[in-house]
């Protein structure tokens, strides 16, 4: 059974600072999808970053990247240069592809993220 | 704009009463997803279905039905409303793009509160 552990349950962050959620993840799948979405306080879900389990380049879009540690079964968001408007609720997600051929996602408990000035 | 609808955007309901929750995608998307998010729990599976015709159980699906009318359009039943189903109900669809990477569009989710 897939497992995502998101151990940050919030976080302050100072605007223009870096800031680093974790994400660890259980799966017997060798192929595998991870996902990460933010969450506003206006409730919708928005898609971030992916990264497939056989990627050679961690992936990266704008502001975001993401640390994928194989080994470790780690998946952690860095979002640099923190704005007012990157607090929100952050999830970490993981779809198994061999296994699960619908596509179904798996998420974490979420971080929330507050930027401060 | 093409993406997933959901409606209605917030309900309150009396224990017992019964509804149904509407999404519909203009995608042509082949899966849809009906997902619950609770605090510190995430977002979790209630059912799916992979294609017209079909559908199939999640992580939680007590105390709710589904249909999938058509490729559009999934629905989401509660026949008899119960306090512990008060949560943010979101639809979502997805269609293989190239690779593993499946495109998931979520829609703007429903906030349902059962007295």
């Known amino acids: 059974a897939q497992k995502i552990t998101q151990t940050q349950p919030g976080m302050f962050v100072q605007e223009k600072e870096a800031v680093t959620l974790d994400c660890t993840y259980d799966t017997s799948d060798p192929s595998y999808g991870l996902f990460w979405y933010k969450q506003p306080s206006s409730g919708e879900m928005i898609f971030l970053i992916y990264q497939g389990s056989y990627d050679q380049q961690n992936a990266t879009e704008g502001r975001y990247s993401l640390n994928f540690q194989k080994a470790r079964k780690s998946a952690n968001l860095v979002i640099s240069a923190s704005q007012l408007g990157d607090s929100a609720m952050y999830f970490c997600?993981?779809?198994?592809?061999?296994?699960?051929?619908?596509?179904?996602?798996?998420f974490g408990a979420g971080t929330q993220v507050v930027v401060t000035p | 704009n093409a993406g997933v609808t959901q409606t209605p955007k917030f309900q309150v309901l009396k224990t017992g009463q019964s509804m149904t929750l509407q999404c519909a995608q203009d995608?042509?998307?082949?899966?849809m997803y009906w997902y619950r998010q609770d605090p510190g729990m995430g977002l979790r599976l209630i059912y799916y279905?992979?294609?017209?015709?079909?559908?199939d159980k999640g992580e939680v699906p007590n105390g709710y039905n589904v249909s999938r009318l058509n490729k559009r359009e999934f629905s989401l039943r509660l026949e008899s409303a119960a306090p512990s189903q008060t949560s943010v109900y979101f639809c979502a669809s997805s269609e293989q793009l190239t690779g593993v990477h499946y495109g998931y569009t979520f829609g703007s989710g429903t906030r349902l509160t059962v007295v």
């Open positions: 279905s992979a294609s017209e015709g079909t559908t």
């Open positions: 997600a993981m779809r198994d592809v061999t296994t699960d051929s619908w596509g179904k996602l798996q």
């Open positions: 995608m042509n998307h082949n899966s």
